[in-house]
């Protein structure tokens, strides 16, 4: 496992969830991703890297480089892709 993915999980374990979402309250593909998710009760938790001094290092520690920046199962996704998130998410369920 590369040192992305272990932070990746890190966070995970920190957060208590399997989708950590970057955002920005400027972001427009924020807004549809967060829409995305809470239409399809996809549970997240979302880290403001504008308002959170943490999540701000932790979006860094990822390269930074916009939002949205979301991590599935210890996955990284710039950008906006419901395939992908939720062939992440079935990937993790099948992992446990």
């Not at 990284?76 to 950008?79: C, F, K, M, T």
């Given at each position: 496992m590369g040192a992305g993915a272990r932070l990746a999980q890190s966070l995970h374990q920190r957060y208590d969830s399997p989708l950590l979402?970057?955002?920005a309250s400027w972001c427009g593909v924020c807004?549809?991703?967060r829409s995305h998710l809470k239409s399809n009760g996809i549970p997240f938790v979302e880290l403001d890297i504008e308002k959170d001094g943490a999540a701000a290092q932790q979006f860094a520690q990822f390269g930074g480089h916009g939002v949205p920046l979301l991590l599935v199962e210890g996955q990284?996704?710039?950008?906006f892709d419901p395939a992908w998130i939720a062939r992440s998410l079935a990937e993790?369920?099948?992992e446990d």
């Open positions: 979402f970057y955002s807004d549809r991703t990284v996704l710039r950008g993790g369920e099948s």
